[in-house]
Nanobody
Framework: QLEESGGGLVQAGDSLRLSCLASETLIEQYAMAWFRQAPGKEREFVAASSWSGGTTMYADSVKGRFTISKDNAKNMLFLQMDSLKPEDTAVYYC?????????????????WGQGTQVTVSS
């Protein structure tokens, strides 16, 4: 029900946009988020959006550089990543939860995609 795309290898300072194709039910009724997991580290929250897109939340580490957005008509969730840093290197996951949007841990979200790799070289 969730499928990410758009990952790749970029240089520090570059931009990348991740996409997540969701089912109609998820995109219209669920809060959605992006998480990431670097090698040897726990999965961490990156950004989240309410079902309407009217409320967004960001981790402090990406605030001002990343932008989460939705296109409900196309069943798509996006993550625009600008000014990328090597520490942004991780597998990025799209996630969804029924209910209010939360900037919490992975256990707050019950639906997950397979992930897409983002690698930022210095």
């Amino acid at each position: 029900q969730l499928e990410e795309s758009g990952g790749g290898l970029v240089q520090a300072g570059d931009s990348l946009r991740l996409s997540c194709l969701a089912s109609e039910t998820l995109i219209e009724q669920y809060a959605m988020a992006w998480f990431r997991q670097a090698p040897g580290k726990e999965r961490e929250f990156v950004a989240a959006s309410s079902w309407s897109g009217g409320t967004t939340m960001y981790a402090d580490s990406v605030k001002g550089r990343f932008t989460i957005s939705k296109d409900n008509a196309k069943n798509m969730l996006f993550l625009q990543m600008d000014s990328l840093k090597p520490e942004d290197t991780a597998v990025y996951y799209c996630a969804a939860r029924f209910g209010t949007v939360k900037a919490g841990g992975p256990d707050e979200y019950g639906n997950w995609g397979q992930g897409t790799q983002v690698t930022v070289s210095s």
